[in-house]
């Protein structure tokens, strides 16, 4: 409990010292102005500016506002000229009372930084209010027997004006009995007091009336008039006396209508008439008889109306005692009004900013003023906020706070604050005032969009239509507005060979893919590029992700047939000996495909042969073999036709023609067929001069593509070399559009394949492939094998 309360000593302590340091930093010594009342609205009080050392950039700048310690707007300050001028008419009645001089007390607040200075200004009286009486009568009674001399205390007039505006003198209308007599009271009022000239007598005169007149002092002067009636009276000799001259009573503001207040006692030694005693208020204001009333033949003063102590604090009130023959006294009653807790603070928000950017740090948001018009404990408060917001409470000059916010915010994190300021006072019950305040964090580009993943792979198929949506790259950015804002635009690719900007495009706005173009998986199976996201924040900030696009392969690609060549000269005649075999290697049907996968994989089917059941083809790898011996009865000559077919959906295929020749020996020459020769004489000498000059130019064409591929095989560094006898033996892969670049094409093993080409005749043009990398054997291959070499070398080719 000690630390306890060393803890809030210390803290009272602290906030003591946080006023008195701002108490010193708001200015020098008041301002004073003054403005007379009922002055138009919008008149000119002074140039707060130059009396304050201030520029008028300097006002706009900074905020400049005038505050009243009582909240009302009386003045306005005009930015541009730096005059401070009247926001309303000023009534010095309304604002002071009877209160001179009259002071109006306010702040000007600078901020940024934040600064007070004080002012007051004086409202001067004008002659605008008349000497009124409260009563339109008075009524006096004076004995007959009174001696000249005596003075009669009578009603005074109101009048609200105050100084040489205020009531200056009384007068009554001429008579021959009495004359006014000015009394000056304590108060520095003046009461008029009728005194008894000449002796009356009542039976001469039971009754007199005069006309009294207040006069006050203004230019022109106002005036107000009442009647007196005086009665006279059979002598009486004895006036009422109160038990005592003073009487204190103190009252709760908030004790009901009607409550019984004090009960004034006064006592009259006549009997009669002369005895009863009646009370009335004298020289009770207004204020006074709307408050209070008083039972005329009892004395109690009883409550009439509520009593407010931030209004009044305390009553005076004359009272006097008159008996039956008309003398009177007179007593003060003394009514002290006790505060109650009966007024909850008040907040007054004199600036509030509403959105806050997130990385400002010690941000001015709002600055306020509390107030309660109770006293003592009752008008003492206490400003707090939540504990778990990042922001806290500077007292500043007076009963003026600052909310600040003590760190950078993160917008992403907590977008809205709601701030409750409550005002609690120390009084029992404690009373409490709650003002909410909703603070934005507005948004600063400090998140750079991000992908929804590092890497994307699109896949599309070949031979696609031109601007065909491939897919989408998607960023999102943890921002708000424009810093939030995405453009998505195509990084320049790492490879310069790659010409990105005819392949794709990217829609800005969405980040959804195109391609530009058709794409041939033959010529280009995958490629990958950069993918950029940008905010439109100010510096924009960026990421990157990478994207893979796969082109799916399409049975765009029919078989191409390598061997035997189709080139329209005459076909490729094989040679087979009629001891051969069942399942003698009569030729090979090479073919590639230029698809890939199952686009590429190749069947072989024979679909006309001249003699069906003599031969028969490979499914798998194109082999043409004897499906039985031959015999003697076996034709010579045999054409064979086979069909070459990829797995593609549709399937594409190709179709090559084989002729077969049947020999005893491979001793027996090579003739030109019958069928040849008789074509050959029967040709008109003109058409055998146009297929020679045909020959010669596709012999020249033929020979000039072999020397550009072996100039860019040499170029590759791949081995070439040349035969005798005009042998042409290109080494390496075949050219790109034959060859299955994924490994899986047609050919389950590779080959390699000498081309000899032997020219002179139109009809002895003879071809004939040797694998260099020979395919694994198959049954009774190695029979095969030395049986076509020895065939080969029996007609002495050399083979290499």
């Not at 007039?157 to 040489?164: E, Y």
């Not at 002895?764 to 190695?782: A, M, R």
């Amino acid at each position: 409990m000690e630390i306890k309360g060393e803890l809030a000593l210390w803290k009272r302590q602290v906030l003591i010292l946080f006023v008195l340091l701002e108490l010193s930093e708001a200015g020098p010594e008041s301002v004073r102005y003054s403005v007379a009342e009922e002055t138009e609205v919008g008149s000119f009080v002074a140039n707060f500016a130059r009396d304050l050392g201030l520029g008028v950039e300097e006002l706009s700048s900074r905020e400049a506002r005038v505050v009243s310690d009582d909240n009302e707007k009386h003045l306005r300050l005009d930015l541009r000229t730096g005059d401070l001028l009247l926001n309303e008419k000023l009534d010095r009645e309304e604002l002071c009372g009877s209160t001179e001089p009259c002071v109006l007390h306010f702040q000007m607040v600078l901020e940024n930084p934040l600064q007070f200075f004080r002012a007051e200004l004086q409202v001067t009286d004008i002659n605008d209010h008349s000497p009124m009486f409260l009563d339109k009568q008075i009524l006096i009674k004076i004995s007959e027997s009174t001696s000249t001399g005596t003075t009669f205390l009578m009603e005074s007039a109101q009048d609200l004006d105050v100084g040489t505006n205020s009531l200056q003198n009384y007068t009554i209308s001429p008579n021959s009995h009495f004359y006014i007599k000015i009394q000056d009271s304590s108060d520095g009022k003046l009461y008029p007091e009728l005194v008894l000239d000449r002796a009356l007598d009542h039976e001469e005169e039971s009754e007199l009336s005069l006309t009294l007149t207040a006069l006050d002092g203004g230019s022109p002067p106002r005036s107000g008039t009442t009647l007196v009636l005086i009665k006279v009276l059979d002598i009486n000799d004895n006036a009422p006396q109160f038990a005592q001259k003073l009487y204190e009573v103190q009252v709760l503001e908030d004790t009901p209508i009607g409550s019984w207040i004090i009960t004034i006692f006064a006592n009259d030694l006549d009997t009669g008439n002369y005895g009863k005693i009646s009370y009335t208020f004298l020289h009770a204001s207004e204020d006074i008889r709307k408050t209070f009333e008083i039972n005329p033949i009892s004395g109690e003063v009883h409550l009439r109306s509520c009593l407010d102590f931030e209004v009044i604090q305390f009553y005076t009130i004359r009272i006097q005692a008159t008996d039956g023959g008309g003398l009177s006294e007179e007593c003060t009653l003394l009514v002290k009004v006790i505060d109650i807790n009966d007024n909850p603070p008040e907040v007054t928000i004199s600036s509030f900013t509403k959105s806050i950017p997130e990385n400002a740090s010690e941000t001015l948001v709002a600055l306020f003023s509390v107030r309660d018009q109770d006293s003592g404990d009752n008008g003492r408060m206490v400003c707090s906020i939540q504990d778990d917001l990042p922001f806290y409470l500077k007292p500043t000059f007076k009963n003026f706070f600052t909310l600040v916010s003590e760190k950078a915010l993160d917008r992403e994190t907590r977008s809205e604050y709601n701030i409750t300021i409550t005002v609690t006072d120390l009084g029992t019950p404690r009373l409490k005032t709650q003002h909410n305040l909703t603070v934005t964090v507005s948004d600063v580009n400090d998140n750079a969009p991000a992908f929804s993943q590092t890497t994307y792979t699109l896949r599309v198929r070949e031979n696609n239509s031109p601007a065909l949506h491939i897919g989408s790259v998607s960023a999102t950015d943890r921002d708000s507005g424009a810093n939030a804002q995405v453009t998505y635009s195509l990084l320049p690719p790492h490879d310069p060979q790659l010409s990105l900007g005819s392949l794709v495009s990217i829609n800005a706005d969405n980040g959804q893919l195109f391609a530009l173009r058709s794409l041939d998986f033959e010529a280009l199976q995958a490629f990958e590029f950069r993918v950029g996201a940008a905010d439109r924040g100010s510096p924009a900030l960026s990421s990157q992700a990478l994207v893979r696009v796969l082109v799916a392969d399409a049975n765009d690609n029919a078989p191409f047939v390598l061997y035997p060549l189709q080139n329209g000269s005459a076909p490729c005649t094989e040679l087979v000996p009629r001891a051969a075999e069942a399942g003698y290697l009569v030729a090979k049907v090479v073919a590639v495909d230029g698809d890939s996968g199952q686009n590429a994989w190749l069947s072989y089917q024979l679909l006309k042969a001249t003699e069906p059941g003599l031969f028969g083809v490979w499914a798998h790898n194109g082999e043409v073999r004897t499906a039985r011996p031959l015999s003697e009865r076996d034709a010579v000559k045999h054409r064979l036709l086979v069909l070459v077919r990829d797995h593609g959906e549709p399937p594409l295929s190709a179709s090559v023609t084989l002729h077969v020749l049947l020999v005893d020996g491979f001793s027996q020459p090579y003739l030109p067929l019958p069928d040849a020769a008789a074509a050959e004489a029967r040709a008109d000498p003109l058409t055998v001069y146009l297929v020679v000059a045909l020959a010669s130019v596709s012999s020249l064409f033929l020979f000039s593509v072999l020397v550009f591929v072996a100039v860019r095989l040499c170029r590759r560094r791949r081995a070439a070399s040349a035969s005798g006898d005009g042998c042409s033996v290109p080494e390496g892969p075949f050219p790109g559009h034959l060859v299955d670049v994924s490994g899986a094409g047609t050919l389950s093993q590779s080959y390699q394949y000498e081309v000899c080409l032997t020219g002179g005749s139109a009809t002895g043009e003879f071809k004939f492939l040797k694998p260099i990398i020979p395919s694994l054997p198959v049954p009774d291959t190695g029979r095969n094998i030395e049986g076509n070499e020895n065939f080969r070398n029996s007609f002495g080719f050399n083979i290499q």
